[in-house]
């Protein structure tokens, strides 16, 4: 287990970041339109973002509600989105497709991991609707980047996904589960105990950070909470 567990939080704002750096998170995931369960930031969000932190920050590539790229015209314009932020300094993301079938769209995940060149990225909780878990990791264990399954274990949250979060975290090495678990979903301070104990090391809070509701800012406090017990 690492001596410290990475703590992400969801900033959709230079407030919501300036407040989760003080409150002691080591990451950011960007992101807008959490109605949609977060899609891709305005470039100047991140470039405003990045000139106000200076802990790391994963930019989401997807433009459209749900898990599918949609198509040529959709892949292409996510192409041309990693090409922006990129061009803008970005040097993480945050990304997952699944095809009709709910496997990954191998197509897509590779367009974009070849056009991010070696940047680090995330695999978002589209895992959590895949028809198969296990094959998906297998499918995308050799892509250059990818480091992190963001992933409640379940499509229905950490409550449901616990047992399946502690299986995956124990293979942590076998092929296709090299990249860290990302645990995030329904996350609540009192899964991190046996979390922990299983060796996660890696925590992803969004309205947990936000007291006030997703209408409302970041709260260092919040965050600082967190921080605290991750690091008991």
Known sequence: MSKRAVLEVIAL????????????ADRLELVTDMAADGLTPAVETFA???AAVDISLRVMLRLADGFAAGGAE?????????????????????LGFLDEQGGPDLAVVERLAA??????WTFHRAIDRAA????????????????AYLTAGSADGVDDGLPT????????????????????????????PRLRAAGVDAFHIGGAARPGGWTAPVAAEAV?????ALDA
């Open 224 to 228: 600082r909470e967190w921080r605290t």
């Open 48 to 50: 405003g973002i990045r």
């Open 115 to 120: 056009e991010l060149d070696g940047c680090r």
């Open 13 to 24: 704002d230079v407030e919501d970041a300036v407040a989760a750096q003080a409150g002691g």
């Open 74 to 94: 959709g892949t292409a314009a996510l192409v041309a989105t990693a090409r922006e932020m990129r061009a803008a300094g970005a040097e993480e993301f945050v």
């Open 165 to 192: 979060l502690v299986a995956e975290a124990a293979r942590r090495g076998e092929p296709g589960y090299e990249p860290q678990v990302l645990v995030g979903g329904g996350l609540r301070l009192d899964h991190v």
């Open 132 to 147: 198969d878990r296990d094959a998906l990791r297998k499918q995308l264990a050799d892509l250059p980047g990818l480091d």
